[in-house]
């Protein structure tokens, strides 16, 4: 029976059904997605990334770690972050560089230090409240893929985003890649 030949009530639970299997498969692509890291101790800042990030329909998970040292304990996979279950590595990190205990410069030089290979496939976009150059120079040549000047602003970001849709961050690691819900 066609579509257009079906009742109501058919193309109705067709309908539902379809949206089921819709929403099923967005579940399974969330679990399976590596998580997205905001490191920045100001904690409205983070929420406001949070929420651009969500109104560019991104849906990996999203964890917030306020401080040099949270970050680095996150992405060792050390102390309560080593459950990799419930703590998976990321593949993307917003890296403010102004952040207690270990800065964000400091960090990059850490991250770029480990030999594991996640560490290499790791986007990193970096933040600051201030543009400064020199800043900007030392975060690219210690690995940084790209640079927002803070506050983030909703353009800004969903032009980070346009240019990561579709681009997987590691080809050859599965779930390192954004996810985008359906427009």
């Not at 089921?20 to 100001?42: G, T």
């Not at 401080?67 to 990321?90: C, H, I, K, Q």
């Amino acid at each position: 029976m066609a579509v257009s030949d079906a009742s109501p009530k058919d193309r109705s639970r067709s309908d539902r059904l379809r949206i089921e299997a819709d929403f099923a498969e967005q579940q399974a692509v969330k679990r399976d997605a590596k998580p997205i890291l905001i490191a920045d101790d100001n904690r409205s800042d983070a929420e406001a990334l949070e929420r651009i990030i969500r109104a560019a329909n991104i849906t990996n998970a999203i964890h917030v770690a306020d401080t040099g040292r949270e970050v680095v304990l996150y992405l060792a996979g050390r102390g309560s972050y080593s459950d990799r279950e419930r703590f998976p590595f990321p593949t993307l990190l917003f890296l403010d560089l102004i952040l207690p205990w270990k800065s964000g410069l400091e960090i990059l030089q850490w991250i770029r230090e480990r030999e594991e290979p996640e560490f290499r496939a790791l986007g990193i976009v970096v933040m600051t409240g201030f543009g400064n150059t020199g800043e900007i120079r030392q975060a690219y040549r210690l690995g940084a893929h790209s640079f927002l000047v803070k506050p983030v602003s909703k353009e800004d970001f969903l032009n980070l985003a346009h240019g990561l849709r579709g681009i997987r961050l590691n080809s050859a690691a599965k779930g390192r890649e954004l996810h985008f819900s359906p427009d």
